[in-house]
Nanobody, 129 residues
Framework: QVQLVESGGGLVQAGGSLRLSCAAS????????MGWFRQAPGKEREFVAA????????KYADSVKGRFAISRDNAKNMVSLPMNSLKSEDTAVYSC??????????????????????WGQGTQVTVSS
């Protein structure tokens, strides 16, 4: 079982940047495909970005393409999400998640929240306009 802890959220003006991190403990991160999701008040949780076990394959929601860039460092058990050109509509609680993908190809990524087995508590991102 893996434990996930997010950090890096905060308050930023529109057009600014933040870098979210997800630290894993308990098991090596290399056996998990990883993803970031977000949930704004009154809205359903939505997919943001995902990365394969190897790090060689990534997927993004259309709303964040070109602005966010997911990456991972399996040696450090860390996943990062630098976010640039932030907009007010990016305001949400951001959570990282782990998909026990060790039986799947190394390029596997998941965009469906139901595919993920472990979740962090989330970190708040607020973008002021």
């Amino acid at each position: 079982q893996v434990q996930l802890v997010e950090s890096g959220g905060g308050l930023v003006q529109a057009g600014g940047s933040l870098r979210l991190s997800c630290a894993a403990s308990g098991r090596t991160l290399s056996i998990y495909a990883m993803g970031w999701f977000r949930q704004a008040p009154g809205k359903e949780r939505e997919f943001v970005a995902a990365i394969s076990r190897s790090g060689g394959n990534t997927k993004y929601a259309d709303s964040v393409k070109g602005r966010f860039a997911i990456s991972r460092d399996n040696a450090k058990n860390m996943v990062s999400l630098p976010m640039n050109s932030l907009k007010s509509e990016d305001t949400a609680v951001y959570s990282c998640a782990a998909d026990s993908a060790y039986t799947r190809p190394t390029y596997y990524v998941a965009v469906d929240a139901d595919s993920y087995d472990y979740w962090g508590q989330g970190t708040q991102v607020t973008v002021s306009s």
